[in-house]
């Protein structure tokens, strides 16, 4: 990806995080967030992540990197359970309000840590929701761990790590973007013993993107 063509959706996104709304309404449902929260109304990823993804009745989910916990709130509508967790504390701290707001204790819990970090041994899901951040760049604050990868680095741990976490016939939903080597980002999977179908497929003025089902056979 150029420097050019990340240099501009950076600067967007850091426009919104300070001077956007610090309560939105997504999908019928408010949630709050601060700057240090990736703002889940004004950036295309979380509703059309949020619409396309597949949640049976009764599902066990997993959201990794939750922010604000649209998904998992939207994924609570079905599952039985889930477990969202995200790196940055602040982010933590504002999914666990907006699960509390849409009454979701019991289905929802919000954990701190870095991927499956929190998770013990023997814990399995049904399907893994997964936004990962696609800038390159190395984080430097909490809310920079949404928006850069180095190097793909996280992308390597969670496709090396994630097929330990789900049930016999267990899948993630993953969203990408196009000005991220989206073939590179599949190829890295493929490495890992992964297969990918595409769920959903849309553009935008600027990129596009897809949310990819991806399986160990």
């Not at 063509?5 to 610090?22: D, S, T, V």
């Not at 309560?23 to 967030?33: F, N, P, S």
């Not at 929802?108 to 390159?136: C, H, K, N, R, W």
Request: charged letters at 20%.
């Amino acid at each position: 990806m150029s420097s050019f063509r990340q240099f501009i959706p950076i600067c967007i996104i850091k426009i919104i995080q300070q001077f956007g709304p610090h309560k939105v309404t997504v999908l019928g449902r408010m949630y709050e967030i601060s700057k240090d929260v990736f703002n889940p109304k004004y950036y295309f990823t979380s509703q059309f992540m949020a619409k396309n993804m597949t949640i049976s009745e009764g599902d066990t989910v997993l959201d990794i990197g939750t922010g604000s916990g649209i998904l998992a709130i939207t994924a609570g509508l079905n599952a039985s359970k889930v477990i969202a967790i995200d790196i940055n504390p602040e982010a933590v701290k504002y999914a666990r309000k907006n699960v509390k707001a849409n009454n979701l204790e019991r289905i929802v819990s919000v954990l701190e840590g870095d991927l499956f970090s929190p998770l013990g041994q023997t814990m399995l899901f049904d399907t893994i929701l997964f936004t990962p951040p696609y800038m390159e760049g190395e984080p430097r604050t909490g809310f920079e761990y949404a928006l850069f990868d180095k190097k793909k680095q996280l992308l390597k741990r969670f496709f090396r790590n994630a097929a330990h976490y789900l049930k016999p016939g267990g899948y993630v939903q993953m969203l990408y973007s196009s000005i991220a080597e989206p073939d590179l980002t599949l190829d890295i999977s493929m490495e890992f013993g992964w297969k990918y179908s595409v769920i959903a497929h849309e553009k935008t003025f600027s990129e596009s993107f897809s949310i990819y089902k991806l399986y160990v056979p």
